[in-house]
């Protein structure tokens, strides 16, 4: 793939990051502060979303073949599906005889159906194109540098949004969404000959290996509690959208740099597992001091510490699969989003149930540390022939 492709993949994540910490970062504020839902409920439209996800990861392996040009661009239709769905709330309320409950649960709903298409459709064909880039002796280095855009992003895109909803409105917020979507397609257009057509890919479960697949459960389940008790956590000690975007914005910008660091270590000395497990270890009492501190102070010492930790977990995980699969790329892509998705899907379920018989969102974040120590089952291993 030539390096164009490499520069226009960059550009179209650094331009995705921004647009969904911008927006996306609100989006189950927006059901706690405008339609003032449960808790709990806060779990149901992500718990949707990887549940969907699943099922797309089974069809995209059993398709012949696709483009991830066209694959990529419904993949952002259905993120602006997503934020559309949330600008018709407005429109909702409205219609007599409907209750902002119910216009809570019906966004739950439809935004989980519609992330679920989104991400998948969006993020598998990303990562088999970010894949195919690599080779065994620069993997850890531009996973890192890839993951890296989140961290960069985030530092700054979830304040800007908090500033919007406080000056003006969520309905700005998400139509600024919409605007960047729009744009990332446009350069997924602009750069479509650069891009390869034609990819297969199948899920292979024999071929990742038993240790490796409860590992990559694992990580789903983790990154489920995690992704999802940070909004939950940060909305019990501030219900200001631009606090709330200050506190998003502040956790991970030097997990970041230090990934890319470690990154070209892993590259040089070809080991993998020795940074899956010193991750996972030691994002466990950092996870473990949140509840125990039960206080602002607490939440944003263990958070920090847990996403400086964390950020290096599916950064070698995946180029530990990718490495055991180097002939079949596209097999560690969609086989890893699978196994992720049904963490995810799992550990969001666990989540869900819990908050809803009283727990707090802190004691929420305990569910996580079993999906971790699952990870240090990951190993390194050659592709079977």
Known sequence: MERRAFVGLMIIETMLAFGNTFAGSFNIIYLFKELSMQLWTGTIYLGIGFTVSIFVSLWMSRTPKFDPRNVLLAGLIFLIIEYSLFLS?????GVDGISPEQIGYFLSFTVGIAFGLFYPCFWTPFNVLMAQMTVREDRGLTYGAFFFVWPMVTFIAPFLGGIVIGLFSYELLFAI?????????????????????????????????RRNMIALFGEGGFEGVFW?????????????????????????????IMGIILGRVSDRIQNRRFFVKLSAL????????????????????????????????????FALLTDRLEAHKNDSVVTREFMLDIGRAVSIGFLMLVLYLGASPQMGF????????????????????
């Open 282 to 317: 030691a994002s466990i009492p950092c996870i473990i001091v949140i509840p125990l501190t039960n206080s602002l102070d607490g939440f944003l010492i263990g958070n920090g510490l847990l996403e400086f930790a964390s950020f290096i977990l599916p950064v070698f995980i």
């Open 228 to 256: 999802l008790c940070v909004t939950l956590v940060a909305w019990e000690y501030t219900h200001d959208e631009q606090d709330l975007g200050a506190f998003f914005s502040y956790f991970g910008l030097s997990a970041g």
């Open 177 to 209: 969404g919409i605007a960047i979507t729009v744009s990332v397609a446009i350069v997924i257009t602009l750069y479509r000959k650069y891009i390869p057509k034609d990819q297969r890919m199948r899920i292979h479960f024999d071929d990742i290996g």
């Open 366 to 385: 305990l569910i996580a540390v079993p999906f971790l120590a699952l990870c240090v089952l990951a190993h390194e291993a050659v592709e079977k022939h």
């Open 89 to 93: 709330a407005n429109y909702l309320e």
